[in-house]
């Protein structure tokens, strides 16, 4: 009942709507001075979704003409390098749910490339026939060139960490271990998500998911607050009094690792205690993410040669994310959502494995 009411309430304002204007020439006004690329196809999966119209901002991003495009299916766009795996998911989708949504590289009709993202929906006619789907297009040629910059600035970054000799260098460290950390951040929250990562994939070092898809690869959870969290999901006491041992364990060490320098045992010692701070973590599945990046960190820190370079502070500022975000979310259960802490370790993981490796 609800949808319904909504359903004529919409229908009303665009009844009103129309009585200054016919249902075409509002049709006409919006797609042509759209600033989104849209295009609109029939609904025959088994010619391809022949094309029917596309706007000129569509045109102008494909390089063709109106006339060229009427009658062809939107494959002629594709390419070699287009994300089959999203496109096969496409069909099925749309007859499942009457919308997909999906990013990919299209081929202009010049050859070049650009990545686009679109979302296609049903149109449907009087008695509920699907009878055309209707596309709009985001050409992410300006966020691929933000990712090459942060690409850029963190391989700078990296060599920085590598080359210099300084034995003074606090200052230097924690600026940019902070700037690292941001562009990290905004690789994984802005420039990356489930549907366009392929598309970043050459842009990124040392970035990319393993199988498990939990490294580098941020997946949106939404929020949860502490206190709801523990309302649906209560955590023995002998639980958390191991966590925050675990946790002591590994301050404890790093502040030896600070005082009295490195060594292999005392690498293998935090790798030690960061192993049981994932392992008791895993009894959460909410938290798996947070503990595939912790228990991966372990396992690189344990294969460390002696006079392995690599900068203190970024495993610091990991150990800091991590007690921060097990704190708000377990220890205090003060955190007004449980999962940004987790996105800001697995940020901060990221940046330490690419030093570590």
Known sequence: MPN??????????????????????????????????????????????????????????????????????????QGPKSNKRVIEKLTPSLKERGFFYGASINYRKDGSMYPVEWNISEIK???????????????????????????????????????????????????????????????????????????????????????????????????????????????????????VESIQEVDVELGLLQSQGQSKERLENIANGFKEVANNLYFCVEFNDGALIIDEVANILMTLEDGHKFPVDTLLTFNKEVYEWLDGAVISKTTDNIFEGENNTIAAGNQLLLFLR
């Not at 600033?35 to 029939?42: F, G, L, P, Q, R």
């Not at 102008?60 to 009427?70: D, F, I, K, M, S």
């Not at 070092?205 to 999901?233: C, H, Q, R």
């Not at 209560?234 to 958390?240: F, K, R, T």
């Open 4 to 77: 319904q009411a909504k359903d004529m309430e919409e229908m009303l304002f665009f009844s009103q709507m129309l009585n200054e204007c016919s249902p075409l020439t509002l049709l006409q006004q919006i797609l042509i001075h759209s600033h989104h690329a849209i295009v609109i196809t029939d609904a025959d999966d088994k010619a391809g979704y022949r094309i029917v119209y596309a706007n000129p901002v569509f045109c102008r991003h494909t390089g063709y003409e109106l006339a060229e495009l009427v009658g062809m299916s939107p494959k002629i766009l």
């Open 125 to 243: 006619n009087e008695q509920g026939q699907v009878t055309h789907y209707i596309s709009m297009q985001k050409d992410l040629s300006n966020f691929k060139r933000l990712a090459e910059q942060v690409k850029k600035s963190n391989e700078n970054f990296k060599n920085f960490y590598l080359s210099t000799t300084k034995k003074d260098k606090n200052a230097e460290n924690n600026d940019v271990v902070e700037s690292l950390k941001s562009n990290e951040k905004i690789y994984a929250g802005g420039l990356r998500n489930d549907q366009n990562a392929d598309l970043f994939e050459d842009a990124f070092f040392d970035f990319s998911p393993d199988e498990l898809g939990a490294l580098g690869n941020k997946i949106d959870k939404g929020t949860l607050s502490a206190n709801d969290f523990w309302v649906e999901n209560p955590i023995d006491e002998e639980d958390i009094s191991a966590l």
